[in-house]
């Protein structure tokens, strides 16, 4: 069955990096881009960006740009999502999800930004 | 971009209700549009893709119609499971972009 295991819950100080990891399984991995979604306590769904799993183009949300990086390793089906220069209100849970429109998602990873 | 306002923001309702929540947006979209189901504490769940077509395994009280920049969502007869908070999603063009959803509470 198809499957997108994320890492664990991350805290970290403003300032700081945080790289989120996807993994999938049950399917072809290159077959199905991967959008990341943010969703702040007690918010709305935000769209960050997408992957293609198959030639690694990107397209990122304006307001992210220049601050997150997304990744894939095909050879572990694997999907990163690295954001940089932390603020507090980049405290949010955050899913990885497969397909346009997204069909199946991650169980969320929650980054709390706090000093 | 396209801005996607969904509404009402929140409803009130019965079990067996029929409720419509509608989505416009602020440019044409063809039928680029899912809504989506999310309750407290879990992913969102696909619904509808494609303006109006029911997601795999999904409960046929649930239907999708619209268009172009008006999309709604219905709900024939609400059961004890639907309430919960539903968003469209609007993927015809970059960046993608959610309503800002609607909170179906019971009455």
């Known amino acids: 069955q198809v499957q997108l295991v994320q890492s664990g819950s991350e805290v970290k100080e403003p300032g700081a990096s945080v790289k989120v990891s996807c993994k999938a399984s049950?399917?072809?991995?290159?077959?199905?881009?991967i959008s990341w979604v943010r969703q702040a306590p007690g918010q709305g769904l935000e769209w960050m960006g997408w992957v293609s799993t198959y030639s690694g183009n990107t397209y990122y949300a304006q307001n992210l740009q220049g601050r997150v990086t997304m990744t894939t390793d095909t050879s572990t089906s694997t999907a990163y999502m690295e954001l940089r220069s932390l603020r507090s209100d980049d405290t949010a849970v955050y899913y990885c999800a497969r397909r346009v429109p997204s069909d199946y998602w991650g169980q969320g990873t929650l980054v709390t930004v706090s000093s | 971009d396209i801005q996607m306002t969904q509404s009402p923001s929140s409803l009130s309702a019965s079990v067996g209700d029929r409720v419509t929540i509608t989505c416009r947006a602020s440019q044409g979209i063809r039928n680029d549009l899912g809504w989506y189901q999310q309750k407290p504490e879990k992913a969102p769940k696909l619904l509808i893709y494609a303006a109006s077509s029911l997601q795999s395994g999904v409960p046929s009280r649930f239907s999708g119609s619209g268009s172009g920049t008006e999309f709604t969502l219905t709900i024939s007869s609400l059961l004890p499971e639907d309430f919960a908070t539903y968003y469209c999603l609007q993927y015809n063009s970059y960046p993608w972009t959610f309503g800002q959803g609607t909170t179906v509470e019971i009455k």
């Open positions: 049950g399917y072809t991995f290159t077959n199905y881009g």
